[in-house]
Nanobody, 126 residues
Framework: QVRVVESGGGLVQAGGSLRLSCAASGRNRYDVGWFRQAPGKEREFVAGISWSGGSTYEADSVKGRFTASRDKLENTVYLQMNSLGPEDTAVYYC?????????????????????WGQGTQDTVSS
């Protein structure tokens, strides 16, 4: 059984940085999408990375600030978040799956991801 676990969330001041980690036990070849859900809002795509690390995609709202990467040896995927603002406050989810294609359409589509983590709360204070 595949288990996805996120870590690294917390409280940070505006302008600061956080790095989230995601590990999918029982699987070592998986595409990853990072999603977030702010209070009172629908869950939205943030960034994604292919299993090889060769393809990445970011939502326009985080482009230039957030970067997805992966360490194959550690079998861990990261989301580096810089220049954080209060609007980035949300529960962040890591999702793993096998994308049909490495285009923005498929990175953003929740149905492409089979396994989801429990989420980690990130709070950015102003």
């Amino acid at each position: 059984q595949v288990r996805v676990v996120e870590s690294g969330g917390g409280l940070v001041q505006a302008g600061g940085s956080l790095r989230l980690s995601c590990a999918a036990s029982g699987r070592n070849r998986y595409d990853v999408g990072w999603f977030r859900q702010a209070p009172g809002k629908e869950r939205e795509f943030v960034a994604g990375i292919s299993w090889s690390g060769g393809s990445t995609y970011e939502a326009d709202s985080v482009k230039g600030r957030f970067t997805a990467s992966r360490d194959k040896l550690e079998n861990t995927v990261y989301l580096q978040m810089n220049s954080l603002g209060p609007e980035d406050t949300a529960v962040y989810y890591c999702a793993a799956g096998a994308l049909r294609s490495y285009t923005g359409t498929y990175f953003r589509e929740e149905a492409q991801y089979t396994y989801w983590g429990q989420g980690t709360q990130d709070t950015v204070s102003s």
